[in-house]
């Protein structure tokens, strides 16, 4: 790799972002709009409820959750109204990370390789892009529709690695989710902890504390300085 002022450009094959809490400050918009739908079904829940039990995961996940905690059984149409609605609301609402335009540009000129590996459907994530203005910046995208197993297995980050034709063993992972960073682990690839959103403002925080922690993305150079393959498990 071409050097940068005496310093090796990157020693990653490929970072891999999460897109919803990560990319863009979403979670607190998807999980007031489930509440109001489940309100309307009959079922209450709380915003520490869905933080806990549905971030990072798939609908078919939460709605199993849904079934066999609420015992709810969600309509044919609920995931169809839950994800029109909710593009609506991110028509108007909708923000990008604060920095993360410009974490990216950083990470290009570092020539590394990016992408994005989300639990969303491909019509949101493509519109959420789009929304926030980084489907430039950001134009590999991989959802869990492609794998037989969403997070917290780790079939979609192999797959997007596979895909971007990266090593996992260099592969960083940026997730804000549980279930994300365990799909890393599991992945052998090293995972740090995006903890910027708006959803996580105030929440008791669970991961191994030896877990690298990103909490503001004008930090994502000197995170980047910091880690290097072979010196993370």
């Given amino acids: 790799m071409a050097a940068t002022e005496g310093r090796m450009q990157s020693d990653w094959d490929l970072v891999i972002f999460d897109c919803d809490g990560v990319l863009i400050d979403?979670?607190?918009l998807s999980a007031e709009?489930?509440?109001?739908?489940?309100?309307e079904e009959g079922a209450t829940i709380s915003f520490d409820h869905v933080r806990r039990n549905f971030l990072g995961?798939?609908?078919p996940v939460v709605a199993r959750h849904i079934r066999e905690t609420l015992g709810l059984d969600l309509?044919?149409?609920f995931e169809a109204r839950?994800?029109?609605?909710?593009l609506e609301r991110f028509e108007t609402a909708l923000e990008p990370m604060p920095g993360i335009a410009a974490a990216l540009a950083a990470l290009a000129d570092r020539g590394v390789p990016a992408c994005v590996a989300t639990s969303s459907s491909p019509p949101r994530v493509t519109r959420s892009l789009e929304i926030v203005g980084l489907t430039t910046a950001l134009p590999h995208?991989?959802?869990?529709?492609?794998?037989?197993r969403g997070k917290p297995a780790p079939d979609l980050f192999l797959f997007a690695a596979a895909?971007?034709?990266a090593r996992p063993g260099r592969t960083l992972v940026i997730e804000d989710s549980l279930p994300g960073l365990e799909a890393a682990a599991a992945a052998g690839m090293t995972a740090v902890r995006f903890t910027g959103g708006s959803h996580l403002a105030g929440a008791t925080l669970r991961h191994d504390p030896a877990l690298p922690v990103l909490a503001d993305w004008s930090a994502l150079d000197a995170l980047l300085d910091r880690l290097h393959p072979e010196t993370v498990a």
């Fill in 163 to 165: 895909r971007m034709g």
């Fill in 33 to 39: 709009l489930l509440i109001e739908l489940l309100t």
């Fill in 26 to 28: 979403s979670e607190v």
């Fill in 141 to 148: 995208v991989f959802t869990a529709s492609q794998v037989e």
């Fill in 57 to 59: 995961r798939s609908f």
């Fill in 82 to 86: 839950y994800r029109a609605r909710l």
């Fill in 75 to 77: 309509g044919p149409d």
